[in-house]
């Protein structure tokens, strides 16, 4: 089944796409305790929740093409 196989490094590779187009935090450096966010909460909106649930629906599809490469 080299289409399913396709399918997925192609899933993959978008999903992975997605999460580093998706922002977080000020930069880097904000990952090493550096910044002065500490933490805020802040809603998604407009292009970053659509990224953020195309990324979810991404995962799910790579899982069950995954399954489906695995049970054939």
């Known amino acids: 089944m080299p289409i399913l196989t396709i399918a997925e490094i192609v899933v993959a590779v978008t999903i992975i796409?997605?999460?580093?187009?998706?922002?977080?935090?000020?930069?880097?450096?904000?990952?090493?305790?550096?910044g002065d966010g500490g933490g805020a909460y802040a809603t998604r909106r407009g292009l970053?929740?659509?990224?953020?649930?195309?990324?979810?629906?991404?995962?799910?599809?790579?899982?069950i093409l995954a399954l489906v490469d695995l049970v054939i």
């Open 48 to 63: 970053q929740q659509k990224l953020y649930w195309a990324t979810i629906v991404l995962t799910a599809a790579f899982i």
């Open 17 to 34: 796409v997605f999460i580093l187009l998706q922002q977080r935090g000020t930069a880097l450096g904000a990952a090493f305790g550096g």
